[in-house]
Each structure stands twice: as structure tokens, then as C-alpha cells.
């Protein structure tokens, strides 16, 4: 049985130490959401985010391969 985890919390708060333990611990795969809004200046293609339009996103829900999605700011967390 596949099991999930979601580390959320305030800026500053530990996350990334907490996910770093577990790794170590458990064998975890990462899971890359995709976004909508635009990459912004450090960031790449995967790193932290999949980037795509808003049209591709509205496509994949058509096509019934719609998960998990989370508005924020007009821009689509999935």
C-alpha cells in the first residue's frame, strides 16, 4: 500500500529538516507538483515546480487526469 505524506508549515519552520529525516529513514520518492504561475529567478524546469499554462492544465481535467488542484492567486497548484 502506497503511503503519502505532506510536510506543510510557515516559512523558516523546519519543513525541508523533516523531509531530509524521513528520507534517510524510509525510502520516499519525491512527488513534483505542477504549477501555473510563472518560474521565477533560481528556479528550473522540475526544481521545485513543473511548469505549465493554465490551457494545459484545463486539458488534463477534460481529459479526466485531474488529482488534486488548489487555486492561489489565479495561478493552479496540482
Known amino acids: 500500500m502506497n503511503q503519502y505524506f505532506c510536510i506543510m508549515g510557515k516559512s523558516a519552520s523546519g ?3 523533516i523531509y ?4 534517510k529513514q524510509m525510502q520516499i520518492q ?7 504561475r510563472p ?5 528550473a524546469e522540475g526544481n521545485p515546480y513543473h511548469f505549465v499554462s493554465i490551457e494545459q492544465m484545463e486539458q488534463w481535467e477534460r481529459e479526466g ?3 488534486f ?3 492561489w492567486h489565479k495561478n493552479i497548484l496540482r
Open 15 to 17: 519543513k525541508d529538516t
Open 20 to 23: 531530509e529525516a524521513l528520507k
Open 30 to 36: 519525491s512527488y513534483i507538483p505542477y504549477t501555473t
Open 39 to 43: 518560474m521565477r529567478t533560481g528556479e
Open 65 to 67: 487526469k485531474e488529482h
Open 69 to 71: 488542484q488548489e487555486k
